[in-house]
């Protein structure tokens, strides 16, 4: 296996399940949520990006340009949770020059997480990142397309990260490069499993129930095993993923950052 | 003479048939349903909510031969959490939103789908869903998600009255299924994540004139008010969202009771917050409440006591006693003494943090989490609202569990508006930055991270509190359970299988893959001398019985 074998599997492959989350599950994770119990920095620093290309024309460099809205302030005319926000941008004002945005749910995180934060953040800190050179670093030096396929193009042995800004938030993507181990999804980890017979299967888990798992074998098979007939079955709770926290440096990391959060997947 | 005779009977005929016919289930029949195991007449299968039935065709030795005998699939993509009635070889069952069908019981056929359109201005908190009808004489009563309750004709699907409870835009919904008591319908309302303020209404079966109303966040006038800050009750949650039991010698109906609002900020109403979370006890005629019992006072962690009141005549420490054993969400499982709700035992069935433990009246012993740290169980709790079952064979009582399940929660400061959620706060995944796939489908529970637990059934010793035994399940537990005189235990669960157990000792005998997430009870009946056995699972109500 090499270097990033695994790298960002956390946020991961789940492409099926995760593609459905990205549509419903990130809305229904704010519902019932007045306001996120913590922002995160990677979050607002998105978000900030998205605002400045985004809404600054009508709402301003400070969000105070619209009689009875002011961001900085926290004013607001028909928003109170979370979840308001991210409708009203998704649906819009009617009557008004607020039109729909077509966000995704990552970008959605950004830009509520920013704006909640707005009065605080110092946006002269913002490290922008160039998502070109970020796709340099992701097919060489960072060797993440020896693990990853970016639309079904590369290996299988790590999830397919063409979606990945669709699906997983700024934050994530930022935590699983500095710590892929502790930002895995568990769905995600390797498993070893040894049947009757004693043969030996490693590969990445897909699925797994109480009788079953399923999961792509490291020659790219996918296999489904009853565990009643197995001899051995354990997971692996390592990953040959490395931390880049060390390899490379801030605006290295806003770049390949930029990249994946710029692969929306297929449309 | 004789002439006579026969033409006045003749004459009287057609005034004396509709009475016959309105007899079809009288209120003796569901006191007395656990003498008729070949049907299901009443949510929980009797009054006193065992789930236990006495059919014993499928047993221990054959039930490896249960095979599928037909699929009703559901006109909706909502979520199935219908428990049918069976009457006499015709289920009564609901889809989303608010249909009531009537099928064969041996075919699955449908004789006739009566369509309810609830008001677009619905908002029930998780789902349009719905979890059953009850009936009385010829009629078919249910709570729709726009908070009204309907009288629907069994026989033809039509309805018969139709009465609005409270307003569906300031966030009052129905889910339950309502329990009929004597001539009264008695329904409850869900709201609890909008700060409505709960209640219970008794309906007159044959009018739909309302008989009574109690409400649970007590009023100025009323006793019990003294637990809440000055007007933090006009808005105090106490959902009722779950069908309740009945005793008929001590003329009681039981109803659990959901969180205080706003949900997960105690600091917004200080007390206790009476009757959130809580089991009061009420009369069915007048709807006064004779006692009551709170589970967790100034709840914090949405921990609604709404489960199934079971009710178990048994000996308590040799004394021959009337009991209600309850696994509450709290992660406790409680003994009381249902005539005078006094508080008899209770121990941890899950990983509990939030308390240490239960004082001698019952009251928790709360040890709550430092900020961010996460408290088990979660909110979704260590139960919830999906039936449990106690057998009277085995003395045992099943829990379907959520283990080694946790949520970090966080209060703020929440404005109340009508008709918009009023939750308070927050909560995340056990992880601080980690998905919190709350109240999402996609996939086992724990595919987001692997602190958020797994499933179980747990069969809990009520005398001792001690587990007797343990199914373990790899995604969470969301199923409701049946025994039955032969010892079998069915259950299912989110990841989609329908489990035939042992009921003494917890050995799986028999599996099915049904695809779809089971959120519902398994109920079992007899049709021409066949035992069925069904359950919901994804969208389709499937029924199984022994191999030909």
Partial sequence: MTLCRLFLRA????????????????????????????????????????????????????????????????????????????????????????????????????????????????????????????????????????????????????????????????????????????????????????????????????NEDTYTVQLIDEQERMLSLTKADLREYSIVKTTSMPSYKDKFSAQELADLEAYLLSLKGVK | MRYLLRASFLFLLPLLMPFALRAQVTSERILHATDEPQNWLTYSGSYASQRYSLLNQVDTSNVKNLELKWVFQAQSLQKFESTPLVVDGVMYLTQSPNDIVAVDAKTGRAFWVYHYAPSPAARPCCGIVNRGVAILGDTLFMATVDAHLVAVDAKTGHAVWNVKLAEPAAGYAMTLAPLVVKDKVIVGVAGGEFGVRGFISAFDAETGKEAWRFDTIPSPDQAGHESWREGDWQHGGGAVWMT???????????????????????????????????????NPDTGKMKWYFQFTPHDPYDYDSVQVPVLVNANWKGVASKLMMWGNRNGFFYVLDRATGKFLSGHPFVKVNWASGLDANGRPVTTPQPPGQPTFPGIQGGTNWYSPSYSPRTGLFYIPAWENYSTIFTGIDTDFHEGQRYTGGANTAPIPGAENPVGQ????????????????????????????????????????????????????????????????????????????????????????????????????????????
Wanted: with cysteine; hydrophobic share 35%; proline share 5%.
């Fill in chain 2, 244 to 282: 309740g039991s009945y005793d008929p010698d001590l003329n009681l109906i039981y109803y659990g009771t959901g969180n205080p609002g706003p949900d997960w900020n105690p600091a917004q109403r200080p007390g206790d917050n009476l009757y959130s979370d809580s089991v009061v006890a009420l």
């Fill in chain 1, 11 to 206: 946020w991961s492959q789940c492409a099926i399940l995760c593609v459905v989350f990205a549509l419903f599950g990130v809305a229904a994770r704010a519902q019932g949520q007045d306001r996120a119990p913590v922002y995160f920095p990677s979050d607002i620093q998105y978000g900030a990006q998205i605002f400045a290309s985004q809404c600054t024309a009508c709402h301003g460099e400070n969000g105070d340009l619209i009689p009875g809205v002011n961001f900085r302030a926290g004013q607001f005319k028909r928003v109170i949770s979370d979840n308001d926000l991210r409708l009203t941008i998704t649906t819009g004002v009617p009557g008004t020059a607020m039109q729909p945005f077509n966000f995704g749910a990552s970008e959605l995180t950004g830009i509520v997480s920013y704006l909640r934060n707005m009065s605080s953040f110092d946006t002269r800190n913002l490290m922008r990142g160039n998502k070109e050179r970020g796709q340099k670093l992701f097919e060489g030096e960072g060797k993440c397309a020896t693990c990853h396929a970016v639309n079904g193009k590369g290996p299988r042995v790590a999830p397919d990260l063409g979606d990945i800004g669709t699906i997983r938030t700024a934050d994530l993507v930022h935590r699983t490069l500095l710590d892929p181990e502790g930002a895995m999804l568990p769905v995600s980890r390797y498993v070893h499993a040894v049947t009757r017979d004693g043969k030996v299967i490693n590969g990445r888990r897909m």
């Fill in chain 2, 441 to 548: 489908r996609q996939g086992p529970i724990n595919i987001y991270t692997e602190a958020l637990g797994s499933g179980a059934v747990i069969a809990m010793d009520p005398a001792t509190g001690e587990k007797k035994w343990k199914f373990e399940m790899h995604d969470v537990n969301t199923s409701g359970i049946l025994t039955t005189a032969s010892d079998l235990l069915f259950s299912g669960g989110r990841e989609g299988y329908f489990q035939a157990l042992d009921a003494r000792t917890g050995a799986l005998l028999w599996k099915e893959n049904l695809g779809g997430e089971i959120i519902a009870g398994p109920i079992t009946f007899r049709v021409d001398g066949k035992q069925y056995i069904t359950i919901a699972a994804g969208n389709s109500l499937f029924a199984f019985a022994l191999r030909e």
